[in-house]
């Protein structure tokens, strides 16, 4: 017992031990502190990523004045996106080659009676490539509106194409798609880890025979709820923390925009997190409790991690019908719901309805691992099966 706690409920005294235990582990703060500096690592990556500007030199021969007319449009338009690109006047084509060669110039562009070539030293940027095609298209529907005694802008009109998102939502695919690997990812390391913990917290007992001095003087029910809220605060904190610092890097990036929808869906991760988290907590301490050895555990929590498992690659990059439903089914639904709260895909009732099937669905599984945990724990000479443990008197 915690000093200044013999009037506290037993549950709550091995919670504040469990909390403590974890608290004080130097693996596992020097685990904690290695996985926050390599999200703030990736945050920062993108961060600076973001920051980068494209530069490029274009080389244009002398008197090929469409070719600069192309290459001065083309930098107006990279201008407004932070980019920069120059343009590179040469005397000839042995010039630009020999630019390109030594690399004073990004790509040669020519014009020409039988078309445009851009050149490179090797095979041209794809960005630019993909930035200069409609320019060039533009300078010669301009040059042959000209012969033809129209402009380019009365041969264009009406034909300006204006994107809607009739979804109503608002944010970048991009950014939903990175959501779900990043909560599928934080729920399965957080599930594997913390739950991994309680099973070796509960075999190290039970084969010490600490856990017979422990159930004299408390309740086996008071042991495992003490157990699974103490591990189910740490897992919390740890989600929360590792959000924290992956919000941050998101506001530093140039996808900040969606850092509001994206708390908002961090916030429903964490509640159907809470709740669903003590279900997995409640199956590896019965999973603790059949093993009778630490080298048990591998067979007794096997069931679990193919679980923990096929929800993380289920979840990860789910869409349409199949994120709809796996957003209703428990355990699923943990990471499934809030990606659909952050993609505007989920209606205001939707997420409430998942919280209460997962809820039923921890309480069932709280049941029936507590019993099994009760009837295995305090049996000794090999590893006891599920069915044996509910089983037993």
Same mark, same amino acid.
Request: negative net charge; aromatic residues 8%.
């Given at each position: ?16 031990? /469990?909390?403590?235990?974890?608290? @004080? ?8 502190? !290695? ?53 590179? /006047? ?12 030594? /690399? $004073? ?23 630019? $490539? ?7 298209? *533009? ?11 129209? %402009?380019?802008? /009365? ?6 194409? #204006?994107?809607?998102? =009739? ?7 991009? #950014? ?33 025979? =600490? ?29 929360? +923390?590792?959000?924290?610092? &992956? !919000? ?16 908002? %869906? ?25 093993? %009778? *050895? ?12 193919? !679980?923990? @498992? ?21 355990? $699923? ?10 993609? &505007? ?9 998942? =919280?209460? +099937? =997962? ?5 069932? !599984? ?7 945990? *009760? *009837? ?13 443990? +509910?089983?037993?008197?």
């Amino acid at each position: 017992m915690m000093p200044g706690t013999n009037d506290s409920p037993a549950w709550l005294i091995v919670m504040q031990r /469990e909390i403590v235990a974890r608290v @004080m582990n130097k693996a596992y703060l020097f685990g904690l502190l !290695v996985t926050v500096l390599l999200i703030a690592g990736i945050a920062g990556f993108f961060a600076w990523q973001s920051q980068q500007v494209d530069t490029y030199d274009v080389a244009v021969t002398a008197g090929d004045d469409a070719a600069a007319t192309a290459v001065e449009q083309a930098a107006a338009e990279l201008g407004e996106d932070g980019g920069e690109l120059t343009v590179r /006047e040469v005397a000839n084509a042995d010039a630009a080659r020999a630019a390109l060669e030594d /690399e $004073t110039a990004d790509v040669w562009l020519s014009s020409g009676p039988d078309g445009w070539t851009l050149a490179g030293w090797r095979e041209p940027d794809g960005s630019l $490539t993909r930035l200069l095609t409609p320019v060039v298209e *533009r300078v010669t529907v301009t040059e042959r509106a000209e012969a033809l005694g129209t %402009s380019f802008d /009365e041969l264009a009109a009406g034909g300006d194409l #204006v994107t809607e998102r =009739l979804d109503g939502g608002a944010v970048d695919p991009g #950014v939903v798609q990175f959501a779900s690997f990043a909560l599928a990812f934080l729920f399965f390391m957080s599930a594997i880890g913390s739950g991994q913990m309680i099973a070796a917290s509960v075999v190290e007992e039970k084969q010490s025979r =600490l856990v017979e001095i422990i159930a004299s003087a408390v309740p086996l029910r008071d042991v495992l709820a003490g157990k699974v809220l103490g591990n189910s605060v740490i897992a919390l904190a740890q989600n929360l +923390l590792f959000a924290t610092v &992956g !919000v941050v890097g998101l506001a530093l990036t140039d996808f900040k925009a969606a850092v509001p929808a994206m708390t908002a %869906s961090l916030g429903w991760f964490v509640v159907f997190f809470t709740v669903g988290f003590v279900a997995v907590a409640a199956m590896y301490a019965m999973a603790g409790a059949l093993a %009778s *050895r630490l080298e048990d555990l591998q067979g007794t929590t096997a069931p679990m991690g193919v !679980v923990l @498992m096929a929800v993380y690659l289920t979840t990860f990059g789910a869409d349409g019908t199949l994120e709809r439903v796996l957003s209703f089914v428990p355990v $699923t639904s943990i990471v499934s719901m809030p990606v659909r709260v952050l993609s &505007g895909d989920a209606g205001w009732w939707e997420p409430v309805v998942a =919280l209460v +099937l =997962l809820a039923a669905f921890a309480a069932g !599984v709280v049941l029936v691992s507590e019993r099994a945990y *009760r *009837r295995a724990l305090l049996q000794t000479g090999g590893r006891v099966g599920w069915r044996q443990a +509910l089983r037993a008197g």
